[in-house]
């Protein structure tokens, strides 16, 4: 069929300003008329033309509610800006480090390639009627738009007056595999649905050794559980796991994508993960059943992990750091070494130690996954990762859940390639985990999450911690009123980053307080939420004395919680006698 296109006017709406990963708002906002149109076509006007006639874009996420119908009217408005064809992942369904690999290495039949791609996705926030939606847009690296463009983007939804959208395409039918060809006054337009999985998993098996991952999973000694919490990880979990690897189905956890994640927070971490935290011997009751040896859960859109051994937690800075110590010997993409290494600056100095241990290069950037992208386009960087249960590698341009599970699974693979038979005791991941604070000392760190804080509050809160770094001498004097035992303040700042890459200076990107003996406090504002605001608490104690690397966290770190909080006036501030969330 030939399909018009149309003018539709329209007006700016207020708070379109993307965070670190995109727009995120509940779904009742971008059911809003013209809210979604707005800041697609918003997004269609800060690219350069040639990002957009005649292009091919991936549009596709992890399937919350909400996501069938914005992709029809991006599909409508795509086809309206002379757009050649969209690539949409079978039931809307892609995850975001899917989206970055097919953006990177998908060739469709005539060659084309995607300059770019929209993910409709809110991450680690809850899905369904009343809950959140957010759409972000990658560029053709495959990696998140940066700031020039998100500003780009932001300032033209203030403006916006019209968009064109070719109202009467039919609706495409995304449950089935195929090509939908129109004809519309700037020739043809075509809509490709294809197997969510396909390019992933060609991606995977090209990075790690799956022969010796299945002969670790085929072992009688070792046992795993994984967690999808209903997200989209689901669509790849059956497929790597079970197909591929060889695991058993039981094995899989919560593996059926649904549009409101269960009714779950689908956000892996020890509070929201609790079918796979009990299953591991971490819940509060004893279930009288023996924990597998590994276990990982993903979030909604499957670019964050976490990761447990058997009634052991792995604290996402000491996973990175770990699979850094390890890559080169454990994982074949890696085998002739690493270009670098970095975190984002909340995550623990866990990385540092081995950076400057393996003289490699390192590098502390702000929280938000296109820092660590520039490094990666420069061949600076091959591995990464955040506090917040963010892992990757320079693969893809996104942090990638299932790559994290696979790394972990192939440095058990290496480490037990001798203990699988016979009588030789299984190499676990707390013995992994023990070994490496044995050799580079053990950085105790937690992460307090007060959620939906009044935004004004907030604020006052930080212009209160900015304020006390005027004089450190007078904030000891308080430190010590609080606890005698902890170390003096060296130094505190608001943390800026100059991108080595491009030159671009980022400010205000968290308020640290850095102590004599390398503990740190870190306080920031996170993008995430798609209401209130979120303060992000970060605490972190380094301890090299082999002897002391194994007391339980929260005993380490509770003198510098006790001064983060009564420092913060976090109560004062927050009304919260408590956080949301401790990680």
């Given at each position: 069929?030939?399909?018009k296109?149309?003018?539709v006017?329209?007006?700016?709406?207020?708070g379109?300003k993307?965070?670190?990963?995109?727009l995120r708002?509940k779904?009742k906002?971008?059911?809003?008329?013209?809210?979604?149109q707005?800041?697609?076509q918003?997004?269609?006007?800060a690219l350069?033309?040639e990002?957009?006639?005649g292009a091919?874009?991936?549009?596709?996420?992890?399937g919350r509610?909400?996501?069938?119908?914005a992709?029809?009217?991006?599909?409508?408005?795509a086809a309206?800006?002379g757009v050649r064809?969209v690539?949409?992942?079978k039931n809307t369904?892609?995850?975001t480090?899917?989206v970055?690999?097919?953006?990177?290495?998908?060739s469709?039949?005539d060659?084309?390639?995607?300059?770019g791609?929209?993910?409709l996705?809110a991450s680690h926030n809850?899905?369904?009627p009343t809950?959140?939606f957010g759409?972000?847009y990658?560029?053709?690296n495959?990696g998140?738009?940066?700031?020039s463009?998100t500003?780009?983007?932001?300032?033209?939804?203030?403006?916006?007056?019209?968009y064109p959208?070719?109202?009467d395409?039919?609706i495409?039918?995304?449950?089935a595999?195929g090509v939908?060809s129109?004809?519309?006054?700037?020739?043809?337009?075509?809509?490709?649905?294809?197997?969510?999985a396909d390019?992933?998993?060609?991606?995977?098996k090209?990075?790690?050794?799956?022969e010796?991952?299945?002969?670790l999973?085929?072992?009688?000694k070792?046992?795993f559980?994984?967690?999808a919490m209903?997200?989209v990880?689901?669509a790849?979990?059956?497929?790597?796991f079970?197909?591929?690897?060889?695991?058993q189905?039981?094995?899989?956890?919560n593996c059926v994508?649904k549009?409101d994640?269960g009714?779950g927070?689908p956000?892996?971490?020890?509070?929201?993960?609790?079918e796979?935290?009990a299953?591991m011997?971490l819940?509060?009751s004893?279930?009288?059943?023996e924990?597998p040896?590994?276990?990982a859960a993903?979030d909604?859109?499957?670019?964050r992990n976490?990761?447990l051994?058997?009634?052991?937690f792995?604290?996402p800075s000491d996973?990175?750091?770990?699979?850094?110590?390890?890559a080169?010997?454990a994982?074949p993409?890696f085998s002739?070494?690493?270009?670098g290494v970095?975190r984002s600056?909340?995550t623990?100095a866990?990385?540092?130690?081995v950076?400057?241990?393996?003289?490699?290069k390192?590098?502390?950037v702000?929280?938000g996954?296109?820092?660590f992208g520039?490094l990666?386009?420069?061949?600076?960087c091959?591995v990464c990762g955040?506090e917040?249960?963010g892992t990757?590698?320079?693969?893809?341009?996104?942090k990638?859940g299932i790559?994290?599970?696979?790394a972990?699974?192939?440095?058990?693979?290496h480490k037990?390639?001798?203990?699988?038979?016979?009588?030789?005791?299984?190499?676990?991941v707390e013995?992994?985990?023990?070994?490496h604070?044995?050799?580079y000392g053990?950085h105790?760190?937690?992460?307090?999450?007060?959620e939906?804080?009044?935004a004004g509050k907030?604020?006052?809160l930080?212009?209160?911690?900015?304020?006390?770094?005027s004089s450190?001498?007078?904030?000891?004097?308080m430190?010590?009123?609080?606890?005698?035992?902890?170390?003096?303040?060296s130094?505190a700042?608001?943390?800026?980053?100059?991108?080595p890459v491009d030159?671009?200076?980022?400010k205000h990107q968290g308020?640290r307080?850095l102590?004599?003996?390398g503990?740190?406090?870190?306080?920031?504002?996170?993008?995430t939420?798609?209401e209130?605001a979120?303060?992000?608490l970060y605490?972190?104690q380094?301890?090299?004395?082999a002897?002391k690397?194994?007391?339980?966290?929260?005993e380490a770190?509770?003198p510098?919680?006790?001064i983060?909080?009564?420092l913060s006036?976090?109560e004062?501030f927050?009304?919260?006698?408590a956080?949301t969330?401790i990680?």
């Amino acid at each position: 069929m030939v399909f018009k296109v149309s003018l539709v006017s329209t007006s700016p709406i207020d708070g379109q300003k993307p965070g670190t990963s995109g727009l995120r708002k509940k779904v009742k906002v971008f059911k809003q008329p013209n809210y979604l149109q707005n800041f697609v076509q918003s997004t269609f006007n800060a690219l350069t033309p040639e990002k957009v006639k005649g292009a091919t874009l991936v549009v596709s996420g992890d399937g919350r509610y909400y996501s069938n119908d914005a992709v029809q009217i991006i599909i409508k408005m795509a086809a309206a800006n002379g757009v050649r064809r969209v690539w949409v992942g079978k039931n809307t369904l892609l995850s975001t480090p899917a989206v970055s690999a097919v953006i990177r290495e998908r060739s469709g039949a005539d060659g084309s390639k995607a300059t770019g791609g929209f993910i409709l996705t809110a991450s680690h926030n809850p899905g369904g009627p009343t809950e959140d939606f957010g759409i972000k847009y990658n560029m053709e690296n495959g990696g998140p738009a940066p700031e020039s463009i998100t500003d780009k983007i932001y300032e033209n939804t203030k403006t916006i007056k019209e968009y064109p959208i070719a109202e009467d395409l039919p609706i495409v039918d995304i449950s089935a595999i195929g090509v939908t060809s129109f004809e519309g006054p700037e020739g043809k337009f075509d809509v490709e649905v294809f197997d969510s999985a396909d390019d992933y998993v060609k991606l995977m098996k090209s990075i790690f050794d799956f022969e010796s991952i299945r002969k670790l999973l085929s072992s009688p000694k070792f046992s795993f559980c994984y967690d999808a919490m209903h997200g989209v990880a689901g669509a790849y979990a059956h497929r790597i796991f079970v197909e591929e690897l060889g695991a058993q189905e039981n094995s899989l956890l919560n593996c059926v994508p649904k549009e409101d994640f269960g009714g779950g927070h689908p956000d892996p971490n020890l509070t929201y993960a609790k079918e796979l935290v009990a299953r591991m011997g971490l819940g509060k009751s004893d279930t009288g059943v023996e924990p597998p040896e590994f276990g990982a859960a993903a979030d909604g859109d499957a670019d964050r992990n976490m990761i447990l051994g058997k009634r052991f937690f792995v604290t996402p800075s000491d996973s990175v750091a770990i699979i850094a110590a390890n890559a080169i010997g454990a994982i074949p993409y890696f085998s002739s070494g690493l270009k670098g290494v970095a975190r984002s600056m909340p995550t623990s100095a866990a990385l540092d130690v081995v950076a400057k241990s393996l003289n490699l290069k390192f590098f502390e950037v702000p929280t938000g996954w296109k820092f660590f992208g520039n490094l990666m386009d420069a061949g600076m960087c091959s591995v990464c990762g955040e506090e917040s249960f963010g892992t990757g590698s320079d693969h893809i341009r996104e942090k990638d859940g299932i790559w994290a599970v696979l790394a972990w699974m192939s440095i058990l693979a290496h480490k037990n390639k001798e203990n699988l038979e016979g009588d030789a005791k299984l190499v676990t991941v707390e013995d992994i985990v023990r070994k490496h604070w044995a050799t580079y000392g053990r950085h105790y760190y937690t992460r307090y999450d007060y959620e939906n804080v009044d935004a004004g509050k907030a604020k006052e809160l930080m212009e209160h911690l900015v304020k006390l770094q005027s004089s450190i001498p007078e904030v000891n004097k308080m430190v010590k009123g609080i606890r005698s035992d902890v170390a003096n303040i060296s130094s505190a700042d608001e943390f800026e980053y100059k991108d080595p890459v491009d030159g671009s200076v980022s400010k205000h990107q968290g308020i640290r307080y850095l102590f004599e003996d390398g503990s740190r406090l870190v306080f920031r504002l996170s993008g995430t939420g798609s209401e209130g605001a979120t303060i992000r608490l970060y605490i972190e104690q380094y301890e090299k004395d082999a002897s002391k690397t194994g007391r339980e966290s929260q005993e380490a770190l509770s003198p510098l919680v006790d001064i983060a909080l009564k420092l913060s006036k976090m109560e004062e501030f927050t009304g919260r006698s408590a956080p949301t969330v401790i990680t």
